[in-house]
């Protein structure tokens, strides 16, 4: 889950993918913060860098892979895989800008993000636990650190941010998954089953 992370081929037909994509989940983005504490400096994280990483396994040759995440199943075309996390993204970006539209006058927490705004529609599963509300508060500040970093939030005081009208981050995945789409959309995810 931090930047550094790598997916190992082994043998031409494996790869390992650990926590990169996960069957049934997408892969948490950690935040700058958290990943300093490892020694990894902010320019090495966030939420385009992980967008970027899915398309540069698009461009590899794996696609008769058979992929080993670090829990979960073990599956078929990898690419598939990426392109199903950049379609979650997708889902989740739109609820994520209906968030920030409501934040263009007054000003937004990572919280406020985190618990899905004024309608209360959480982006991240909450579920009714803690830890869960302390993973999607971690990965909404993520998400806050790259819509700052590309204009599409402005900090307007102490860890408040109000929505620039811009949809930069939105716009470089939408770009990264047409162009996914039109080279990788016939692919199919299929689920390895060991026969006995």
Same mark, same amino acid.
């Given at each position: 889950?931090?930047?550094?992370?790598?997916?190992?081929?082994?043998?031409?037909?494996?790869?390992?993918? #650990?926590?990169?994509?996960?069957?049934?989940?997408?892969?948490?983005?950690?935040?700058?913060?958290?990943?300093?504490?490892?020694?990894?400096?902010?320019?090495? +994280?966030?939420?385009?860098?992980?967008? *970027?990483?899915?398309?540069?396994?698009?461009?590899?040759?794996? $696609?008769? +892979?058979?992929?080993?995440?670090?829990?979960?199943?073990?599956?078929?075309?990898?690419?598939?895989?990426?392109?199903? $996390?950049?379609?979650?993204?997708?889902?989740?970006?739109?609820?994520?800008? #209906?968030?920030?539209?409501?934040?263009? $006058?007054?000003?937004?927490?990572?919280? $406020?993000?985190?618990? #899905?705004?004024?309608?209360?529609?959480?982006?991240?599963?909450?579920?009714?636990?803690?830890?869960?509300?302390?993973?999607?508060? *971690?990965?909404?500040?993520?998400?806050?650190?790259d819509l700052v970093l590309l204009g599409d939030l402005e900090e307007v005081e102490p860890e408040r941010y109000v929505h620039t009208g811009r949809t930069a981050l939105m716009d470089h995945l939408n770009a990264s998954l047409e162009r996914g789409r039109e080279q990788?959309?016939?692919?199919?995810?299929?689920?390895?089953?060991?026969?006995?």
């Amino acid at each position: 889950h931090i930047p550094g992370h790598l997916c190992v081929r082994v043998a031409r037909d494996h790869l390992i993918t #650990g926590d990169m994509w996960l069957p049934a989940t997408t892969s948490t983005v950690t935040p700058a913060n958290q990943a300093a504490m490892a020694g990894i400096a902010s320019t090495h +994280c966030g939420v385009k860098l992980y967008i *970027d990483s899915s398309v540069r396994l698009l461009g590899l040759d794996v $696609d008769d +892979c058979k992929s080993y995440p670090s829990h979960e199943a073990i599956f078929e075309n990898p690419k598939r895989m990426a392109m199903r $996390d950049l379609e979650i993204f997708q889902e989740r970006f739109q609820l994520l800008y #209906g968030v920030l539209k409501e934040h263009s $006058d007054t000003p937004m927490r990572v919280l $406020d993000l985190a618990w #899905g705004g004024e309608r209360g529609a959480p982006i991240w599963k909450l579920e009714s636990s803690l830890y869960r509300l302390l993973m999607a508060h *971690d990965e909404a500040a993520a998400y806050v650190h790259d819509l700052v970093l590309l204009g599409d939030l402005e900090e307007v005081e102490p860890e408040r941010y109000v929505h620039t009208g811009r949809t930069a981050l939105m716009d470089h995945l939408n770009a990264s998954l047409e162009r996914g789409r039109e080279q990788y959309g016939h692919l199919e995810f299929r689920s390895y089953r060991h026969s006995s």
